[in-house]
Structure formats: structure tokens, C-alpha cells
């Protein structure tokens, strides 16, 4: 999986460096390029049998939305949020190390023209709840 996300980030980042103008975060996130990306994304998510499914967002101009999504419905019932918080904060974990974060504040800014003030990381059950959200800083700074 982390080799995966690893590609994943890589192919983010590419088409980034690609674009000749300075889009908006908005309009980086919906390009047919990152559209395409998250489908070759969401293949490889596909052959690994987790069940999920990547799609990139902004919210405003300076925060990117990673959520991965889960395909079947997520039945949480009896668990607290204590327990769901501790189930999920891992898996972003690993997901944000794979990705290596600090690169994409440094891409974003550069193709976009914006710094970031985050990166939200969210799973995010089929029916479109979000079930676990942590936000990323840029630590480079």
C-alpha cells in the first residue's frame, strides 16, 4: 500500500510541474490531468483489495483534500469516537508518510501561486460521512 501512495503522490506532483499557467487549488483538483491521476490512483487502490478509493479536493484556495473513500458502508455502530479516532488516526499515519506531504506544500505553492495551510487527510464511509479527518501542517516552514 505505502508503495502505492508513494506512486500515487508522484503522479500528483507531475502533473503539477507540468501545468504551464497558475491555476487555482480549485481548478488544479478538477484539471483532467489530476482527474486522470486519481483514476490511475484509484486502479492501483482497485488491485489492492482495501476497499477504498482516493479523490482529491480543495476547500477554499489553501487547503488540499485527500479522502479515501470506503466503497462498501462502514458499519460503526457501538464504537465511540475515541475508538474510531484511534482506528483511523494510523492509517492516515501511514497514508501521509507514504505520500510525503511536505513535497506537495512545496508543489501546490509553486503550480498554484498559494501556499497551503493544510492538508486534510479524511476516510470517509460510502454513504459520504466523514468518519476520521486530521489536517497536515507544513513543517518546513
Not at 9 to 20: P, S
Not at 106 to 121: D, N, V
Amino acid at each position: 500500500m505505502k508503495k502505492n501512495v508513494l506512486v500515487l503522490a508522484f503522479v500528483f506532483m507531475l502533473v503539477m510541474v507540468g501545468c504551464g499557467s497558475k491555476p487555482t487549488l480549485a481548478e488544479l483538483v478538477e484539471s483532467d490531468e489530476v482527474v486522470a491521476g486519481e483514476e490511475a490512483a484509484n486502479a492501483e487502490l482497485a488491485k489492492s483489495g482495501l476497499g477504498l478509493r482516493l479523490k482529491y479536493a480543495a476547500d477554499g484556495e489553501d487547503v488540499l483534500v485527500f479522502s479515501y473513500i470506503f466503497e462498501d458502508y462502514q458499519q460503526l455502530a457501538g464504537l465511540n469516537q475515541s475508538d474510531i479516532d484511534a482506528e483511523f488516526s494510523g492509517v492516515l499515519s501511514n497514508l501521509s508518510g507514504a505520500a510525503n506531504l511536505n513535497a506537495f506544500f512545496k508543489e501546490c505553492e509553486e503550480t498554484t501561486g498559494t501556499p497551503l495551510k493544510c492538508i486534510r487527510m479524511q476516510i470517509v464511509n460510502a454513504d459520504g460521512t466523514v468518519i476520521y479527518s486530521q489536517e497536515y501542517l507544513d513543517t518546513q516552514q
